[in-house]
């Protein structure tokens, strides 16, 4: 019978590709959001609209004397995903997913010990992105992939298919969008501040203050109202058109899209510039 | 072999330059960082960790150049850093495996390795506990098992005993020891002098951003000549010191009641002799040792002014 | 009658023991408290100072009633362990405004406070404004604040927390100084070794008792469940053991040529000292060195705590 010996032994495995570990993080970070009764309750709350759109589908097919006022078209879906942007679910979700992501890890040390291992600060980036663009897509994407289960399944044609063959893609690249979007923007905020909460507050302040603030002045001044392209959440809504293909019924949809795709830069810059800095690395 | 060599390396934090054209070269052992606050010794960790860029020369860290290594490097290191680390919501078995998988390590590999490195830290079924409810003692513990986690050939501790009670103090020491058994290099930056002579090999001393002081502990602490501190038990105070001064000999006070001699070879009956004459019985003999506290004091401008 | 005297003190927080039935006396001079964490050194210094009050028995500083007494306040001064500045104010602001709470004149209060600030080094940083201090500077600072009224007594909870070697070294000679000026030092440290430097008198705490309380190589002395270890280093170690063996009183014995040491632990270590001079100056046994690894605070306070 051999004697083991329990004092420090060495490892000697192999080792997992870059990728893993940006993944480890992004597991991590998932679970203890998923362990959160609250956030679950917030997730719901999102679906809410999701059973309006899939009762309108419903009705549009089996109530005929609804026919004429309750239809399904292309609109339907460019519609669901907008709203869910307008009514606050996007928004909500990257806050709670979003918001304390790099602050708390400033704060409890955790980026440290973090960045003290084999992995570059993009890994880390990339680990802290993944659940909060997840948890985006769960309210944007899953439910209008599934809204077309239901059309599909009630629908005994693929008539709104025949009409807007690329649809899906649409639909698809649209809530990638938002979803790209809002995370950055929130992760952006949340390497500022120490504290989750104050990231919260300026994240809040700055995604729904831009446009109130904006149309205040322009009201108080006697102005036309401002393009929707310089208030976060107009600009997001004015965006979809042109990706479901409707850019005259649009604001400035282009403009739009150079508005958020130049504020992504920005937090891009920020998030390079911080989370490089030494400061926070101590 | 070289652990760690450093050429004119300077380092800016913030407006001011931490680390000045430092030149380094030290072998693999477990090695004691000391320095006055504000010497740079924390600047030195961060920048062989790649957080903070060199503004001028080069450093190498076992055989791999900072900066452009970046995580080849850091797959090599360990770092223990002197604030409190936890993941708000996560155990400490839970921590420590998450630290191996982004140190590398498979999922299933990691939690077996996370198990065997707080098991060597003492935690025992503390594991299953949030670390952010710890005491300190157990948060240095998880600390110490998220440096080691991934398997480095060289750890950076940075105060791993500060905010220890004797008792932790000495099984942390403890540990550092059974690391460098293993072959693991060890920095060890600290304010106890007393830490450093009871782990270390070899000490590198920073003062303003420059050495001050760089060798064996073992060389440093010798005193050249034969110096020997002595401490009797005699019925009249001072007899025995008297009897010492009388026979001629150079006699200083030394630690703790003892008396610091100078003699011309080793010690000889003739110090027992005096002794019993004087009605003093010897209770301790030893050859002197330097301190490293009074090396770090006389290397290190005392009066400057210190920040940080 | 002793400057603080407690008798039969026990002070619990809720169900929570904090200091369990002790009875302690200090004098002048310089006493260490020790004891691992949870041990009761905090609650015991907090007694003192009257920021408690004991749940039963009886706390005498200078005799009278420590708790909420603005006399004993008045000669008593407290490093507390940490603590943060606020006041947006230079040092020596800071402790002009304490000095005159604690009823100094003027003119009497700012030369204190600039006295005080050079005591403890930090005469330059006199005008900075607190709340930029550094760790070590705020520790001072506290050090500072509890001395400038010169106060009789001086109590210090882990005064060495923070600071680096030139610091420690600094605050170490200055609690010596104090202690031999006729001042009550109480110090609290969980680093044994400085401690040793500071003073050889201790209370050694576990549990909310005191287990020893004394002269440290007294307590040594008192301690006979544990043997003395002797190293002894002779040229010819095995000779030396040969002769040993047959001694009385000796628990174990052992040695090493590769050393040229003898190890050996006994019950009686006065007995065995006498032997050993015997030894030398009869039977000229040559002894290059001898020491005793466990005749110190660390090892006692390891016998004594455990672990």
Redesign the interface.
Known sequence: MPLHD??????E????E?L??SL??AR?TTS?LL?RRSFLLLLCACWIPVIARAAQIYVARYVPQASEFVTVTARLWQEFLTQQVEYLPVLLVALYAGAGAIS??LS???F?????????RFDYFLGKAIPVFLAILVVTLVPALALFGVYLSVANDFGVLETAPLLPLSVIAYSLWIGLYFTVFVLAISCLSRSGRVAGAGFVALALGSGIVLSGMMAALRLPSPPASLSMIGATIDSAHVFFGNVSSGDTPYLSIVAMTSLMLLSAFVLRRRLGS?EV?? | MTLLRTHNLTVR??NKEALTSLSLDIDAGVIGLLGPNGAGK?TLL?TL?G??EPSRGSAEVLGLPIGKS??????R???F?E????????SSI?TVA??G???????G??LA?AH??L??AGLGEARYRLV?EFSTGMQQRT?LA???V??PDFVLLDEPTSGLDPVGRRQMLD?VR??G????SVLLSTHLLHDVESVCDSVVLLDKGKLALHGKLSELKQQPGWVYEIRVREDEPGTFRKALAESGLLIEEGRDGQLRITLEERPTRFLFELARASGAEIRHLRRFERSLEEQFLSAVDRDAPRDS | MSVIALEAVSRWYGNVLGLSRVSLEFEPGVTALLGPNGAGKSTLLKLVTGLLRPSAGTVSVLGEAPFANPTIYARLGLVPEEEEFRARVSAVDWLEYLLRLHGFGEADAAARARKALSEVGLDSAAETRVTTFSRGMKQRLRIAQAVAHDPDILVFDEPLTGLDPVGRRDVIDSIRRWGSQGKTVLVSSHILHEVELMTREVVLMNAGKVMASGNIHEIRRLMEAHPHRILITTPDPKRLATRLIDQDGLHSISFSEERSQVELETQEPDRFYALLTELVLDDAATIHEISSPDDNLEAVFHYLVGK
């Open positions: 329990l004092s420090y032994q060495r490892f495995g192999g080792r997992t870059q893993a570990r480890a993080i991590m203890l362990k708390t890890d409890s040390g955790a440290v010990a973090y960045l003290s291992k084999p992995i570059s030494a690395a101590s | 934090y913030g924390s961060k960790l957080f903070l970046g995580a080849a490097l850091r797959q290191l360990g770092y850093p604030r409190p680390v936890f993941v708000p919501g996560l839970e998450l630290a998988e982004i140190g590398g390590l498979a999922r590999d990691a390795r065997e490195v098991w060597f952010e600390k998220m440096s080691l991934h398997d540990l059974q690391i058994e293993r072959g693991v």
